[in-house]
């Protein structure tokens, strides 16, 4: 049952503030998901410092009351939360009843004794991140992801009890084995079996079967089990990703159903080689992935389901395939969002372990809870076709000391393999060669081994032992560090760091930097040069993109490695998608153009200046040109047979406002939010790269859901109405109530825009 609705909110910590008795009258109404810290205000001095966003923490209290409605009375009562941020504490009518230091684990209590039959129930909720630096990233806080109730008899399916496997797969049949944990809290042995429908991609049933009767003892835990034969299955794939959904039945030996459990899974076949990398059914397929932080920008961590997807679907049209959660369990709909799309995904546990990354990190719980989170993890995620491996960590400082180190590794493996026994454990290590992980045994205890960055080090320890399975779990956007990937049979893939912006890890740039930019996309989602870049590398489909570079490309991929020693980088955007420079007189420029065509010919204002094949190396194609203002134009060319073009235009003064809705219909609801991208345009409707003016947005018939426009300096709230675009553009989020939504956009000196949505449940 959800319970997402109607709870108050305190900011600060306040005594009592867990007995049912106290007045919150006073507190502010909110539902969930709410990511409190959000809404800032941004501050140079914030104990989270730029790791954290320059954003507020501390501790925040919520309190939900609540009835027993007749349907729950005579039952077993369990609340849910999908993540709390962090070191909560849920009491209920004032009896402690669990807390959870790691922010991002899902955890269940069962409140049944706690209940009161008649009158008020209150459940209180405290979330704590005043110790600080915890994090190297933005991690919110508050009850930031869902709630619900769960309800059930005596005798049901334990918290993520259901695992479906198909241990034998062919083009003919499937073989679909369920097996339930199944606990009997009653005071009675009780006997029963399970009974299973499987329903195929269009919901009608493909497979029955029932398991053998079982005895229950009070008291216990035991597993059920039933297979059933699926025939002539649709397998989930990249390019199809067929779900397929398993409906278990408790059944006593009367034939009551006892308890009822639904599980989405998907047919596959999934398995990395040691010589030749990652399969799926059957295919030989390099993982073309990256790494995304969790955070929605200007949701914080309270992410709306159709931001999450039209990230994903942003970064699949790029040709990325492969998902890394950096670096921590995701809420479980961002996982049931990459089954649907099709992205196979790294489900990653820790950031550290016993050492610190920051003073009042996990590392302070790892020894106590590392066990508990991830065998949580496991079971609540196993089921998800998209997940293909299993990481235990990211640039782990506990390797040098490799007795620690192998002891943690066998652990936390044997725990996944305890849960999930069809899918590899691997990690992101961090400077193996230093640490001599290669030699000492650490690496070799991963199913598959993970390296961040330094391809070639990888490469070599493969073929030191071509036995070993490999993986680039963090790697560069450099040209060097792809081609390594790609002409290496047994690299499985690399995970670029990173797809998307994200808010936190400015420590580096430092103020008033709040985010890190090192996304193929900003935190609007708007394709940078570089993620064209990328998708000339990566797409299947016609890729033609026109750039001007403006800093020297330097690749660092190329240079020595050198450990403690800071590599050379470029400085500013390196390339921007205009023609427009500051400059309007006669000068060079450089040209580049991305694009996966066999050739590529360019024009300036209507003049051709060659065509050029694709190189080898996959690098861009680049002209030097003396600019006169006007338009560049790319087209990409197969023989006569033109695959596609792109053309960049002088703009001229700023002139008006242009709003453009990508899709005219919107749903209601927190998950359901409605996108209208900004844009200053000349008179002629040339985009103006160079505007930052203030748009004031109104909207009527809903509501601004956030506001954004990328930029990494922009202090601005993200819930105010006016913002100043950046490079011309920025992104209003809303959401609507139901019907029409009205959205007027307005700026001094410009043209007022103005556009409708319709909005229904």
């Keep these: 049952m959800p319970f997402d609705a109607d709870w108050r909110f305190n900011r600060g910590d306040v005594a009592g503030a867990e007995a049912p008795q106290f007045g919150d009258t006073g507190w502010t109404a909110v539902d969930l998901p709410h990511d409190w810290a959000i809404a800032g205000p941004f501050d140079e001095h914030a104990a989270a410092t730029g790791s954290g966003a320059f954003l507020p923490t501390g501790v925040a209290w919520y309190r939900k009351h609540f009835t027993v409605t007749p349907d729950l009375r005579g039952k077993r009562v369990f609340v849910e939360f999908d993540g709390v941020m962090e070191r909560s504490g849920v009491w209920v009518n004032g009896v402690h009843v669990g807390h959870r230091p790691n922010g991002y684990a899902s955890f269940r209590y069962e409140i049944t004794p706690h209940l009161k039959a008649d009158g008020d129930n209150v459940i209180a909720v405290r979330a704590d991140t005043s110790s600080q630096p915890a994090s190297r990233w933005y991690a919110g806080g508050g009850i930031y992801r869902h709630v619900r109730l769960i309800v059930s008899g005596d005798v049901h399916v334990d918290t993520d009890g259901t695992y479906v496997t198909t241990p034998t797969l062919t083009a003919d049949a499937a073989t679909v084995a369920v097996r339930s944990s199944v606990v009997n809290q009653g005071t009675t042995d009780r006997t029963a079996h399970l009974e299973i429908d499987l329903l195929g991609p269009d919901g009608r049933r493909v497979a029955t079967a029932k398991g053998a009767p079982v005895a229950l003892p009070a008291g216990r ?200 026994p069809s899918r590899p454990v691997t990690m992101a290590l961090f400077r193996p060669n230093v640490t001599h992980d290669y030699e000492n045994g650490t690496a070799d205890l991963l199913d598959v081994v993970g390296q961040n960055y330094r391809e070639n080090e990888l490469a070599k320890a493969h073929a030191d032992k071509p036995s070993r399975k490999i993986v680039g779990t963090e790697n560069s956007k450099n040209r060097g560090s792809w081609t390594i990937v790609r002409d290496d049979p047994a690299y499985a893939g690399m995970f670029l760091w990173t797809g998307v912006d994200y808010l936190g890890e400015a420590d580096r740039a430092g103020w008033p930097a709040i985010s890190n930019p090192s996304g193929l996309v900003d935190r609007t989602d708007a394709v940078k040069p570089i993620g064209w870049e990328r998708a000339s590398w990566w797409s299947d489909a016609p890729v033609v993109k026109i750039a001007r570079r403006v800093t020297e490309v330097i690749d660092i991929s190329e240079l020595p490695t050198m450990v403690g020693v800071a590599l050379p980088q470029p400085k500013g955007p390196g390339a ?28 300036v204002n209507g ?155």
Excluded at 592 to 602: D, F, G, R
């Design 576 to 603: 921007l998608a205009d023609w427009s420079p500051a400059n309007r007189g006669a000068h060079p420029e450089t040209v580049e153009v991305y694009s996966n065509a066999p050739e590529v010919e360019l024009f």
């Design 607 to 761: 003049r051709s200046q060659g065509r050029k094949p694709r190189p080898k190396d996959d690098s861009a194609r680049s002209w030097q040109v003396t600019y006169t203002p006007g338009e560049v134009r790319a087209i990409g060319w197969d023989g006569r047979r033109k695959l596609g073009e792109d053309r960049l235009q002088t703009a001229g003064p700023a002139a008006a406002i242009r709003l453009v809705p990508e899709a005219k219909a919107i749903g209601t609801g927190f998950d359901a939010v409605g996108y209208v991208r900004i844009e200053v345009v000349d008179a002629k409707g040339v985009i103006v790269p160079d505007a930052a003016v203030p748009v004031t947005m109104a909207v009527s018939g809903g509501t601004l859901a956030a506001f954004d426009n990328g930029s990494v300096t922009d202090h601005t709230p993200f819930a105010s109405p006016t913002r100043t675009t950046n490079a011309g553009r920025a992104l209003a989020m809303v959401r609507g109530s139901g019907g029409a939504v009205r959205i007027t956009a307005t700026a001094p000196g410009l043209r007022t825009a103005a556009t409708s949505l319709t909005s229904k449940p």
């Design 221 to 420: 835990t035991i597993d059920l089990s039933a297979q059933a034969a699926v025939t002539k299955p649709r397998r989930w794939d990249i390019a199809d990703p067929a779900l397929h959904n398993a409906v278990v039945r408790v059944v006593a030996d009367d034939g009551a159903v006892l308890d009822e459990d639904r599980v989405t899974f998907g047919i596959r076949d999934m398995k990395f080689e040691a010589s030749t990398g990652f399969w799926l059914n059957g295919r030989n397929i390099k993982l073309k992935g990256t790494a995304i932080h969790a955070d929605g920008g200007a949701f914080g961590m309270a992410v709306p389901l159709s931001f999450y997807e039209r990230r994903l679907k942003g970064l699949k049209a790029l040709g990325v395939n492969a998902i890394r959660t950096a670096h921590h369990p995701f809420g479980p709909e961002f996982l049931d969002l990459c089954d649907r799309l099709g992205l196979v995904v790294m489900d990653e546990a820790f950031d550290m372990w016993t050492v610190a990354k920051n003073p009042q990190d996990y590392h302070l719980f790892f020894t106590d809870w590392s066990t508990i989170d991830a065998r949580a993890m496991a079971r609540r995620d196993r089921n998800h076709p998209s997940i293909a491996l299993w990481s235990i960590g990211n640039e782990i400082h506990d390797t040098p000391y490799p007795l620690v180190a192998q002891s943690i590794i066998t652990r936390l493996r044997d725990v996944f393999h305890a849960e999930d």
